[in-house]
């Protein structure tokens, strides 16, 4: 009885349950970095929502025993983190445990990627691409992430200024929509009072309403860079709308949460918003044009001029309604049939009453 009380003991101190040394949510993604240290090992974890596709990304941040000579797939079976082997480790015999208010969490301006810091080093990266594989690559000084780490915290900690970069961006925005549309009648905020700041411009005419987002651009849209190479052509984004009505004020405070809405859906479902998507339109209840379509390739719609921001081109994308015959010719074949199509019915676009193209 007692040996087998001394070996279930012994187990018990080989497995210890894993402490969380740090956890933080992303300041713009439903994602939580965790940071997991029980007597063997140490992890870096990224947890999506489970109602988005994220998932789970791992990295293993250091060995706290001597390194096993294979990789513990039996361990990995059961749940239970892995040690990395011998082979593809610089300190073979283990490191000194991690204390958590050594750490510090530092995310991509995204939001959807992470990065662990020791004492002010970077130790381990999470990319928005990456955490698939069993452990992680060496971080070397020749990292690009490394540089981008740098500039996110500058990004972050601008906006405890005074002059924050909403500030300083929205009046910059709204010009080039008045320099456009024409001069603003209202400008609302859509932000429920809750970070991030955002605007909606509002430009009423005799007898067309133009709706245009101001400060989704501020924040680049997650997921870009695992579909293009250089996410600073599609990452930042503004959204507008027209349509042929004069609104009464119930309708233009339904439009303009509905707009609220759509410019969350990147940074709330961990995606991106770009030339030929398509969401769901609800305003006022229309029968035939349930849907928008996304784009700035139609020449009757005006194209502002938005200056670059953080290296990144600001596109501006209008949605233009559509109905669910368009819809599904978008989806089985793309968006450029439908876009001629909407071309040649010109201003017919605006219209709630217009016949479909399909």
Known sequence: MSFLKKLFSSKEKEFQKAEVLIEEQSPSCPITAIVEQDNRVVYFYLWGDEKTNFGVKSCWV???????????????????????????????????????NDLKIIWTEEGDSASLLL????????????????????????????DRIQKSEQYWNSWNNELNPFK?????????????????????????????????????????????TVGL???????????????????????????????????IQEMAEWISGQSSIPWENITFLGEGHTINFKPFNSKTFNSVLLTNKLDILPNPELENYRDSKINFLWMVPISEKERKEIIDNGSDSVIQKLNKIGEKIFSLKREEII
């Open 62 to 100: 250091r060995n706290l025993k001597k390194a096993p000579e294979k990789l513990e797939e039996k361990l990995m079976d059961k749940g239970i983190p892995p040690m990395l082997p011998e082979q593809f480790c610089k300190f073979k015999d283990g490191q000194e445990k991690l204390n958590g």
């Open 119 to 146: 004492k002010n080093e970077i130790i381990a990266i999470i990319p928005s691409w990456g955490g698939q594989g069993n452990f992680a690559w060496e971080l070397t000084e020749s990292n690009a992430f490394l």
């Open 168 to 212: 300083i961006q929205q009046p910059l925005i709204l010009n080039a929509y008045d320099e456009s549309f024409g001069k603003h009648d209202k400008y609302y905020a859509i932000d429920g009072n809750e970070w991030p700041p955002k605007g909606l411009y509002l430009r009423k005419g005799e007898s067309k309403t133009i709706f245009a």
């Open 217 to 251: 651009s501020l924040i680049p849209m997650p997921a870009v860079e695992m579909y293009t190479e250089n996410r600073f052509e599609l990452n930042r984004i503004e959204l507008g709308i027209i349509i042929d009505s004069v609104f009464s004020d119930k309708e």
